[in-house]
Each structure stands twice: as structure tokens, then as C-alpha cells.
């Protein structure tokens, strides 16, 4: 079973958070888990994921123009039927990234993904739309951020396995 964490970043916190992440789906059980910059993608991998955890920081309160640049010119991304969840990082608490991560979502839903985030189904804590991180995290969110990536493959198993 594999598992995408594809992202970009360009000042190195939205890949710091990826890794993060990469370490909570390692948790869940039996996963290859690979994280990619949208800017160095293998494809390959990206086709035979079952799940995929998209990754930006937030842009003026919306998800960065290089990963909707990404959606709307890949053609070799079929995300169709794949499990999809996202996580933002911003510079300040309230800077936007809850609607950064519905905004990616929206792009998510058009192609054809299943949307899940655990949001408060598990308890605490909760991941409401999805992981967040002021810059590359405090203990706290990093420790959500860690939980939230084994929910994701807790799930991306419960369904495909
Ligand atoms: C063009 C631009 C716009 C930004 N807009 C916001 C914003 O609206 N809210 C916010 O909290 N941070 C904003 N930031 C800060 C980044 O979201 C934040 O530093 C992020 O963690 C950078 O991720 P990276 O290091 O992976 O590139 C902006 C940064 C840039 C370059």
C-alpha cells in the first residue's frame, strides 16, 4: 500500500511539516510513504498511491498559485478514487490556512478524491480540515500534525486493505 504526501515549499516549512506527517502514517501499520515537492514529482509512485496528503503554505489566505498551477496543467495526475487529506502551514495564528486547506480541497473534490481529515471523529485532538502549522510547528502542532498523518493511514488501510 502506498501512500503520496506531495507539497511545495519555498522557505522549507511546508517540507518540514511533510516529514512530520510521513513519520504518523509510518505509525499506522503496513505503508510505503513517500513525501515529493510538486517541483521534483515522481509520477510513478504518485499513480500506484492509494492515498495522496496534499501540502502548501498559505498565500494572502488561500493555498499557494504553484500548487494550483500544479492541478491545472498535470496531466499525468489521475487522482480519481484516491484518498485525499491536506495540510496548510502559515505565518500567524489566523493567517488563513483553514481556508487555504478548504480551497485545496475544493480542487481535490473536482478530481474525483475522497475527502477525509478525522476531523473531531477521534477525539482530541481534533483535525478539523486537516493539519496546521505556524511556520514549521511548535511541539503541540507538530505532535497534531504526527497524529494526523497515522489517522490518515489508519483510514487510507480501512478502506483499500
Ligand atoms: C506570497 C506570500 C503570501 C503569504 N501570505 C500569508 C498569509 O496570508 N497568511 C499567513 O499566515 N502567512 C502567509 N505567508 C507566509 C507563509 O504561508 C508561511 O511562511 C509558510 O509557512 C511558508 O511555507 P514554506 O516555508 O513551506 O514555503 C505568505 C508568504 C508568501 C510568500
Same mark, same amino acid.
Given at each position: 500500500?502506498?501512500?503520496s504526501?506531495v507539497?511545495?515549499?519555498? +522557505?522549507?516549512?511546508?517540507?518540514?511539516? =511533510?516529514?512530520?506527517?510521513?513519520?504518523?502514517?509510518?505509525?499506522?501499520?503496513?505503508?510505503?510513504?513517500?513525501?515529493?515537492?510538486i517541483?521534483?514529482m515522481?509520477y510513478? !509512485?504518485l499513480e500506484?498511491s492509494? =492515498?495522496v496528503? %496534499?501540502?502548501?503554505? +498559505?498565500?494572502? &489566505?488561500? !493555498?499557494?498559485?504553484?500548487?494550483?498551477?500544479w492541478f491545472?496543467t498535470c496531466k499525468e495526475c489521475d487522482l480519481s $478514487?484516491k484518498?485525499?487529506?491536506?495540510?496548510?502551514?502559515?505565518?500567524?495564528?489566523?493567517?488563513?490556512?483553514?481556508?487555504?486547506?478548504?480551497?485545496?480541497?475544493?480542487?481535490?473534490?473536482?478530481k474525483?478524491m475522497?475527502?477525509?481529515? =478525522?476531523?473531531?471523529?477521534?477525539?482530541?485532538?481534533?483535525?478539523? !480540515?486537516?493539519?496546521?502549522?505556524?511556520?514549521? $510547528?511548535?511541539? &503541540?502542532?507538530?505532535?497534531? =500534525?504526527?497524529? !494526523?498523518?497515522?489517522?490518515?493511514?489508519?483510514? +487510507?488501510?480501512?478502506? %483499500?486493505?
Amino acid at each position: 500500500m502506498k501512500l503520496s504526501i506531495v507539497y511545495y515549499s519555498q +522557505t522549507g516549512n511546508t517540507k518540514k511539516i =511533510a516529514e512530520v506527517i510521513k513519520e504518523g502514517v509510518e505509525k499506522s501499520g503496513n505503508i510505503q510513504v513517500k513525501t515529493m515537492s510538486i517541483e521534483d514529482m515522481d509520477y510513478k !509512485f504518485l499513480e500506484e498511491s492509494k =492515498a495522496v496528503i %496534499f501540502g502548501t503554505p +498559505t498565500y494572502y &489566505a488561500t !493555498f499557494s498559485w504553484q500548487i494550483k498551477k500544479w492541478f491545472d496543467t498535470c496531466k499525468e495526475c489521475d487522482l480519481s $478514487g484516491k484518498l485525499g487529506a491536506v495540510f496548510a502551514t502559515e505565518n500567524v495564528l489566523g493567517g488563513g490556512a483553514d481556508v487555504a486547506e478548504l480551497s485545496l480541497i475544493g480542487h481535490m473534490l473536482v478530481k474525483g478524491m475522497l475527502i477525509y481529515s =478525522a476531523g473531531s471523529s477521534q477525539g482530541q485532538p481534533y483535525t478539523h !480540515f486537516g493539519a496546521v502549522c505556524t511556520k514549521d $510547528g511548535d511541539e &503541540a502542532q507538530r505532535d497534531r =500534525a504526527r497524529i !494526523f498523518g497515522e489517522r490518515i493511514g489508519k483510514k +487510507t488501510l480501512e478502506i %483499500f486493505d
